[in-house]
T-cell receptor, first 115, second 111 residues
Framework: EAGVAQSPRYKIIEKRQSVAFWCNPI?????LYWYQQILGQGPKLLIQ????????DSQLPKDRFSAERLKGVDSTLKIQPAKLEDSAVYLC?????????????FGQGTRLTVV | GEDVEQSLFLSVREGDSSVINCTYT??????LYWYKQEPGAGLQLLTY?????DMKQDQRLTVLLNKKDKHLSLRIADTQTGDSAIYFC???????????FGSGTRLQVQP
C-alpha cells in the first residue's frame, strides 16, 4: 500500500514570496490533515478536510494561508506572502474516516525555509 | 484545549530501558498515542492505548496510563541505537477530532 506522498521535500523562498505544497493521501482515505511543525515543537493542526469539505480550519492563519482539496483526493496548501516565522515542516496526514486517528498515516513532510 | 508536556531530552545506554513521560490536562481523550519521528521522516505511530486501560504491552513497548495523575509513559525495553528519535505523545481532541501533540522527547541511545 502506497503511503502519503508529499512534494516538494524541501523549499527555500524569500519572505513575501508565495509557495505551495502538495499532498496525495492514501487511496480511499476520506480525511486529510495538514500540520505545521516548527523546529523543536510538536506538530500543530492547521486544517482538516473530510472528503472535499473543510471540517476545521480554526488554526489556519487565513490572511496568508489557504488550502483546498479538489475532488476529495489531492490537496494543496499555499502560503502567500510568506513570513520568516512560517519556516517549518509541513506534514500531511490521512485517515480512513473522521476521528479514526488510530489509522492516521503521515507523509515525510515538506521542509520550508523562509529567508 | 489540550495542554501536553514532555521532557526535552533523554539519554540511555544501549540495552537499558528507556522511560519517556508525558503529562496532560484534558482527560476526555478516548485514545492516547505515542509517535516516533526519525530525522527527515514523517511521524510513525508506535502504539496507542484506550483511555479505559491502565497498561498496554506491545513487544518491547509498554504504555502506562495514570488517569488520576494525568500521566502517560512509554517504556522501551532493551533500547537499541535504532530507537534514537524524537517521541511524541498525542491525544485525540474530542472536539476537533484531530490529534494534539506534545512537544516531543529526543531519545539518544549511546552504544
Amino acid at each position: 500500500e502506497a503511503g502519503v506522498a508529499q512534494s516538494p521535500r524541501y523549499k527555500i523562498i524569500e519572505k513575501r514570496q508565495s509557495v505551495a505544497f502538495w499532498c496525495n493521501p492514501i487511496s480511499g482515505h476520506a480525511t486529510l490533515y495538514w500540520y505545521q511543525q516548527i523546529l523543536g515543537q510538536g506538530p500543530k493542526l492547521l486544517i482538516q478536510f473530510q472528503n472535499n469539505g473543510v471540517v476545521d480550519d480554526s488554526q489556519l492563519p487565513k490572511d496568508r494561508f489557504s488550502a483546498e482539496r479538489l475532488k476529495g483526493v489531492d490537496s494543496t496548501l499555499k502560503i502567500q506572502p510568506a513570513k520568516l516565522e512560517d519556516s517549518a515542516v509541513y506534514l500531511c496526514a490521512s485517515s480512513l474516516r473522521k476521528g479514526a486517528t488510530t489509522e492516521a498515516f503521515f507523509g515525510q513532510g515538506t521542509r520550508l525555509t523562509v529567508v | 484545549g489540550e495542554d501536553v508536556e514532555q521532557s526535552l531530552f533523554l539519554s540511555v545506554r544501549e540495552g537499558d530501558s528507556s522511560v519517556i513521560n508525558c503529562t496532560y490536562t484534558d482527560s476526555s481523550s478516548t485514545y492516547l498515542y505515542w509517535y516516533k519521528q526519525e530525522p527527515g521522516a514523517g511521524l510513525q505511530l508506535l502504539t496507542y492505548i484506550f483511555s479505559n486501560m491502565d497498561m498496554k504491552q506491545d513487544q518491547r513497548l509498554t504504555v502506562l496510563l495514570n488517569k488520576k495523575d494525568k500521566h502517560l509513559s512509554l517504556r522501551i525495553a532493551d533500547t537499541q541505537t535504532g530507537d534514537s528519535a524524537i517521541y511524541f505523545c498525542a491525544f485525540m481532541d474530542t472536539g476537533r477530532r484531530a490529534l494534539t501533540f506534545g512537544s516531543g522527547t529526543r531519545l539518544q541511545v549511546q552504544p
